[in-house]
């Protein structure tokens, strides 16, 4: 009897202990959308058998932990949401080389490979735009907007959203892309009279589109692919992209400085850039532009080619002096002109 | 007090030599570790000491025996007493102390003596072991404290003030110190405290821009003034709602229940979304209203106004549910006796029941200011530029410039406006006696309200519930369209991909929710008889017993409410994702941070409903032989039942709706449901969101109810009805 339960003990502990052994496992946080997310969770495990746990965060709310972590990280792999957060991780030592092969990566992946050391690869691109809602602008009887310097024209007063550079990446990218496209003086120029029409700066970089969606202003300015989504969904949001040319955001891939599982995040990694793993995107409705030659293109997502897209210069407008000295600008000048 | 003792020093022991001292990585409740038990990552204490050389470790068991031995050779009680005292709290801060400066990559103090020791190694957190021992200790100093005079000798009084102490020195103050630091610390990280002043008393916080009409206020004034009105407006509001429940034969009682509990079961943007589609821009009723009155479309919603409305929405039921059981409370006697004296039934109310109902009016408003200042959904979706403290905060941290110096001093701005608002109530309310239940009979007739408060009450309550009403109605009709508000056709979809089933060779569980609807669940009904526990018991000790420190103690317990989720979400990854303490990644963290988070609404509701319970009540059954436990149990709890109810159904009911302090501590392996629906919301997937939030109404509809069953009513006298008016022709 003693003796049954022992080797029942033993067998029972000797068959954890291989299942524990087998199971190679990841911790990962998503900053892109809930279903691209789960899906490409399921297709990586699929593929290697390695066992994933997966949190959806925004890249701000990521980013706060991975600092407050620093030294006994949770998580192993980062993918997805917008560069600047990674770049910062990156800067602060908070991730670590990742040493992928980003040959078949278009330019501006590659680029965000070498600001940050290797640190971070960018996985998509995502463009900068404006966005009307039709029925609105119809009902009063006023023009959709066509360039950035549109916006400042008086008849758009109270109808514009946009957020606020100092709590929104997106609205960053806005304020450092004018200033690339105008220069700064005259930039800032151009937001403090855009800055007469706008009706509220929202925290998040995602909300002036959804309430332009709505009908709850007229025109939002943000990225094209959350714009796209919302007017796939049904909502009469029409798109421009600006004729003086438009900067861009790079969704970022990074692996955290002291990952436990350092290796099968970085087989993540090697998944996540491949042209077969990024061509998944328009299942589940995810509109950018991928970061690999070879994956196919959603048909919706907006086209390089057609869009005037600027050189954006992530190294100089991603470090912490230049953004410092923007926002104090922009909180001086431009957020105080509105109503 | 020697069996007490005894019995904690068993039980310290057990925990010390059987039971894993480190946190074991495979989960304590898995008992895989009893086959590696000699392995260095699972053993006890004991083993640790004397088979891997952590001779550090030895402390706790040094102060165990020694307490059993001073219990056996000193013989004069009180002296053994002081020694044991002395020697369990040394043991206590030492073992603390140890895990401090041990941690996983070895020795941060101490270097040089502890080198070439197992300590190179570091140490992990503490696991079930270190937990029981420390448990045993502290329960061994606080009966000795008993012993020594304390506490009017009660070790079941000493033990439970012990208890509650530790416990909210380790999850409240422990971790919120680890933020606060940073109000005093330069950009570089040194410590430089005269930097505190100027961010403290910056205009960006104080501004008064908004008087001139123009510009606009800082946050912390906005905060307040929202506040203010928020705790007023909802009192006011609660308390019409509880009158017409206990005062007058309203005939659809059931169902305003009903309407005043479904607010605090939804997650707050879904109100705010709710709000948009009704009086936004282009939402039904400014559509409404344009088309048959010519008003014109505007967005007054974003701003103080919508705001205000949400959190007046969010926040009267919780009013509603302290001042129900006060309002009950009331004696009849008293109004009786008012009546006998001529009074006419205003008179009574104006003068007899509503100074009665004093405590519930008071802690009712300090709930709705505090529960207002930290408010993070309600301002985020409708705020427009009306600027509060808690999304200031929130942005800080999260935001695209990461300011922690700002953030922790706009807390501690936070913190300061709680503390007035406390120190206020207190004045208010005074020391006036407002017990009523004294087990004296009493008739039971409440006194009728005079027509002009009944009228007021229906006038108030009715509109409001209407519109409660029209809101949730709103929200229902939501999870069941294409695109609520542009395509309005029916669909099952967002519940489909929600709550999804497949039966296939079984059944399977194909919807993207049921992970962290199930998580939620088990979450939620694990923290909410721990918050009622420890709120009630704190309620206990504030209003029954008397000690030193009593404020500091009372205002302690209310700290983690008035401290915003976001803060209190990255403290605890700061403080708990090391050792001694480390319980990042687990679903046991996102249990505590409910459990002191929502406490205070626990103690609250206890406070107000047991400073009606006349002390005669206790000192009858202490005659009559029971101890203070007993009392306790068997006199106080049942008369409790209402703040028993309101503890459990609220913190049941947060621990699923709140969202800022949970979205930096789910992992991938413990989801929860309001972070899931957040995701949903940013990627403005709003049908499924909704259809979430609807599921998750219903089910906490479905769990208010059932408790609500179990728990019953509590029965003050032989019946409770309102005294009839006789009209007279």
């Known amino acids: 009897m003693t003796k049954r339960y022992v080797i029942g003990a033993a067998v029972f502990a000797a068959v954890f202990a291989v299942q524990q052994a087998a199971a190679e496992e990841l911790s990962m946080v998503c900053s892109n959308e809930q279903d691209w997310c789960d899906l490409m969770v399921g297709a990586f495990s699929d593929k290697t058998g390695i066992d994933v746990s997966m949190v959806r965060k925004s890249t701000g709310e990521t980013l706060a932990q991975v600092r407050a972590e620093a030294g006994n990280p949770k998580i192993d792999v980062w993918w997805g949401g917008t560069g600047d957060p990674h770049l910062i991780a990156a800067s602060e030592g908070l991730t670590q080389p990742i040493g992928v092969d980003t040959s078949e990566l278009l330019g501006w992946a590659q680029k965000m490979a070498d600001i940050s050391g290797g640190r971070t690869i960018g996985i998509h691109l995502g463009v900068l735009g404006i966005a009307y809602n039709d029925d609105v602008l119809k009902e009063k009887g006023i023009t959709p907007p066509s360039c950035w310097r549109d916006l400042a024209d008086p008849m758009y007063k109270g109808e514009i959203q946009v957020a606020n550079p100092n709590s929104s990446g997106t609205a960053y990218t806005e304020l450092a892309t004018l200033v690339q496209v105008f220069g700064e003086d005259e930039a800032f120029k151009l937001l403090t009279e855009i800055g007469k029409n706008v009706n509220q700066y929202t925290k998040s970089g995602s909300a002036p589109s959804k309430a332009a969606a709505r009908g709850e202003t007229g025109i939002s300015i943000g990225f094209e692919h959350d714009m796209v989504k919302l007017a796939k969904a049904g909502f009469p949001l029409k798109i421009v992209s600006p004729c003086e040319g438009t900067g861009y955001e790079v969704g970022g891939l990074s692996i955290i400085t002291g990952a436990k599982n350092f290796d099968a995040a970085k087989k993540f990694a090697e998944f996540a850039l491949s042209a077969e793993a990024q061509s998944l995107g328009p299942q589940v409705g995810v509109y950018n532009v991928p970061s690999n030659k070879n994956a196919t293109l959603p048909p919706e997502a907006p086209d390089p080619s057609t869009i005037k897209l600027i050189d954006y210069d992530f190294a100089t407008y991603g470090s912490t002096e230049t953004r410092e000295r923007l926002l104090k600008r922009w909180d001086e000048e431009v957020k105080g002109s509105g109503n | ?729």
């Open chain 2, 1 to 729: 007090m020697r069996r007490t003792i005894t019995l904690w020093i068993v039980i310290g022991l057990v925990g010390f030599c059987l039971l894993p001292w480190y946190m074991v990585d495979s989960g304590f409740w898995t008992f895989t570790w009893i086959f590696h038990f000699a392995a260095q990552e699972n053993s006890s204490g004991l083993l640790q000491v004397f088979l891997h050389g952590r001779f550090w470790l030895a402390g706790p068991l040094i102060a165990l025996l020694a307490c059993a031995a001073v219990l056996g050779l000193v013989n004069r009680p009180v002296r053994a007493a002081r020694m044991i005292a002395a020697i369990s709290a040394l043991g206590l801060l030492y073992t603390f102390v140890q895990g401090l400066i041990i941690v996983r990559g070895g020795p941060r103090l101490f270097e040089s003596l502890l080198a070439g020791t197992a300590a190179d190694a570091g140490q992990l957190g503490f696991g079930a072991g270190a937990m029981i021992t420390l448990l045993g200790l502290l329960f061994v100093l606080t009966t000795a404290i008993s012993a020594m005079g304390k506490g009017r000798g009660d070790a079941f009084v000493t033990g439970l003030i012990g208890l509650i102490i530790s416990l909210v020195g380790i999850f409240v103050f422990y971790p919120v110190a680890h933020i606060l630091i940073s109000a005093f610390q330069s950009n570089d990280g040194t410590f430089s405290p005269g930097l505190f002043f100027p961010r403290f008393f910056n205009s960006d916080i104080w501004g008064l821009g908004c008087l001139d009409l123009k510009g606009s206020c800082g946050p912390a004034i906005n905060s307040v003034v929202l506040a203010i009105l928020t705790g007023a407006g909802s009192t006011l509001m609660g308390l019409a709602f509880a009158l017409i429940f206990t005062r007058t034969d309203f005939k659809a009682k059931p169902l305003l229940r009903v309407l005043t509990i479904i607010p605090i079961i939804t997650p707050p943007f879904v109100i705010g979304l709710a709000l948009i589609l009704l009086f936004g821009r282009t939402g039904a009723a400014t559509a409404l209203f344009a088309d048959v009155f010519g008003i014109e479309k505007t967005r007054w919603l974003y701003g103080f106004k919508g705001v205000y409305l949400a959190q007046l929405l969010s926040f009267t039921p919780i009013a509603f549910l302290v001042l129900i059981g006060v309002v009950e409370g009331v004696s009849p006697s008293m109004e009786e006796a008012s009546q006998t004296l001529d009074a006419n039934r205003w008179q009574t109310f104006r003068y007899v029941s509503l100074p009665l109902m004093r405590p519930g009016l008071a802690n009712a408003f300090l709930l709705g200011f505090i529960e207002s200042l930290a408010d993070f959904g309600n301002p985020l979706v409708l705020g427009g530029n009306f600027n509060v403290l808690s999304t200031e905060i929130y942005f800080s941290i999260v935001g695209a410039v990461a300011n922690p110096a700002r953030a922790a001093t706009l807390a501690i701005v936070l913190l300061t406006l709680t503390l007035g608002a406390f120190l206020l109530q207190r004045r208010w309310v005074g020391s006036k006696s407002y017990a009523t239940v004294t087990g004296k009979a009493d008739s039971g007739r409440h006194a009728a309200l005079s027509s002009g408060v009944k009228a007021a009450c229906y006038m108030t309550a009715l509109p409001w519930a209407a519109f409660t009403a029209i809101v949730y109605s709103m929200i229902i009709f939501g999870s069941f369209v294409k695109l609520w508000g542009y395509n309005n056709s029916f669909t099952l979809d967002h519940y489909i991909r929600a709550f999804g089933v497949k039966f296939k060779n079984g059944i399977h569980l194909t919807g993207v929710a049921w992970d962290s609807y199930f998580t939620t669940l088990e979450i939620a009904s694990i923290a909410a008889p721990l918050t009622a526990f420890v709120g009630l018991s704190t309620a206990y000790l504030l209003v029954r017993q008397n000690f030193r420190g009593k404020n500091v103690f009372e205002f302690s317990t209310m700290l983690s409410f008035a401290i915003p989720g976001t803060v209190i979400g990255v403290s605890y990854i700061l403080a708990f994702n090391f050792p001694p303490i480390e319980l990042t990644g687990t679903g046991i963290i996102l249990i505590i941070v409910f459990v002191f988070r929502n406490m205070p609404v626990g103690v609250r509701g206890g406070i107000a409903a047991m400073s009606q319970l006349d002390k005669s009540l206790d000192e009858a059954s202490i005659t009559l032989g029971a101890n203070s436990f007993t009392t306790a149990r068997r006199v106080i709890a049942p008369l409790l039942g209402p703040a028993m109810m309101a503890a459990l159904t609220y913190s049941f009911v947060r621990a699923i709706t709140s969202v800022s302090a949970v979205i930096f501590l789910v992992s991938a392996k413990y989801n929860m449901a309001t972070a899931f629906i957040v995701g949903r919301v940013e990627n403005g997937d709003f049908g499924l969101a909704i259809a979430y939030s609807a599921v998750l109404i219903v089910t906490m509809l479905t769990v208010i109810i059932l408790l609500q069953l179990i728990i019953g009513k509590r029965r003050l006298r032989r019946s409770d009805r309102v005294e009839t008016v006789v009209v007279k022709t």
